[in-house]
């Protein structure tokens, strides 16, 4: 199947510094990812959808100037969570949809705010 | 709005025994129906897929999942687990059209397998 893989796995870092996350397709071109969030014990949220050349789509109440988002190629999109506060601690997931409309999900990515 | 519902947050079973995690589904339009599989610290993985077709659908590690259209369910279901089986479960779904490929996930489902 088809791989995404997310860098780096677990991130540390103080509060009010910035913080860049990598999602990227390596096998296959996607035009169209998703940023999800997990809270422990909880389900996935759905962050925002990211378009290749275009600006991301952010869902209701998800804070756009402070979760960016770049898809600046068909194989790569960032997620930089800006001015990083504890209660942004959280597991990251990214998406890429497939050729085939079907999704391949990352690894997720810890992060750890301070 | 699409919503997906998984019934129970946990689920403990003994080993060789059969488990059936419970999913169902609210749409006003046709919907294409997942279960996905989360191992600690680690991604989604697909264990199956609704999208058309056939209303059984089998999926990878013996898993498999039966779309209910009139009690909008779409359980997932396994005759006899293993330890390793132990992980949280996710059911999805989106409702296609110009919304494809955003998922609503459930709460999860938590099953644990004892030897």
């Known amino acids: 199947g088809a791989v995404v893989s997310q860098h780096p796995s677990r991130v540390i870092c103080k509060s009010g510094t910035s913080v860049k996350i990598e999602c990227r397709s390596l096998?296959?071109?996607?035009?169209?990812m998703f940023w999800y969030r997990q809270f422990p014990k909880k389900s996935l949220m759905l962050m925002a959808t990211?378009?290749?050349?275009?600006?991301?789509?952010?869902e209701q109440g998800v804070e756009k100037d402070k979760f960016l988002i770049n898809h600046a190629s068909l194989t790569l999109s960032t997620l930089t969570v800006t001015s990083a506060h504890p209660e942004d601690s959280s597991f990251y997931i990214c998406?890429?949809?497939?050729?085939?409309?079907?999704?391949?999900f990352g690894p997720g990515t810890r992060l750890t705010v301070l | 709005a699409q919503s997906v519902t998984q019934l129970d947050s946990q689920v403990p079973v003994f080993e060789e025994a059969p488990v059936e995690l419970r999913c169902n589904y609210s749409?006003?339009?046709?919907?294409?129906l997942f279960w996905y599989v989360q191992y600690p610290n680690q991604g989604l993985q697909l264990l199956l897929k609704?999208?058309?077709?056939?209303?059984l659908v089998k999926g990878i590690n013996g898993f498999e999942a039966e779309f209910n259209k009139s009690q909008t369910s779409f359980h997932l279901r396994k005759p006899s687990v293993h330890i390793s089986d132990t992980a949280e479960y996710f059911c999805?779904?989106?409702?296609?059209?110009?919304?494809?490929?955003?998922?609503?996930f459930g709460q999860g489902t938590i099953l644990t397998v004892h030897p």
């Open positions: 998406s890429a949809r497939a050729p085939s409309n079907e999704q391949f």
């Open positions: 096998d296959f071109q996607a035009t169209t």
């Open positions: 990211s378009n290749e050349g275009s600006k991301a789509t952010y």
């Open positions: 749409s006003s339009v046709s919907v294409y």
């Open positions: 609704y999208l058309s077709g056939s209303t």
């Open positions: 999805a779904g989106n409702a296609g059209g110009t919304s494809y490929g955003k998922l609503t």
